[in-house]
């Protein structure tokens, strides 16, 4: 088996935030390599671990995902960040896209298209 993708997960809700890491850690070649649960949060273990990919949740307290993924691709262009939201808001979903989030997917999407974007953006 080759390189593990390895992954933070940043969300506000902890329930959310365990659901994904049991989704996420059901893949074998997925390592989640750390939690946040603010955008600074996740800004902060992104600038320690460097990981692949973040799932950045897109209203979160501290700093929101939209700044904090802007941020990221500032700092770390190679990071790829996959924004989450409950919401549709179309002017949400293309802000996340214009600072640098590859892909939106619903938190209401069923698991296996979240797991598909993820093979998508990093390979």
Known sequence: MGKKIRVILADDHAVMRQGLVKLVSSQPDIQVVGEASTG????????????????????????????????????????????????????????????????YVSKTAPPAELLKAIYRVVN
């Open 40 to 103: 600074r949060e996740a800004l902060e273990l992104a600038r320690q671990i460097d990981p692949d990919l973040i799932l950045m949740d897109i209203s979160m307290p501290d700093m929101d995902g939209i700044e904090a993924t802007r941020i990221v691709q500032r700092e770390m262009p190679h990071v790829h960040v996959i924004g989450l939201s409950m919401h549709e808001n179309e002017e949400v979903i293309k802000a996340m896209g214009q600072f640098g989030a590859i892909v």
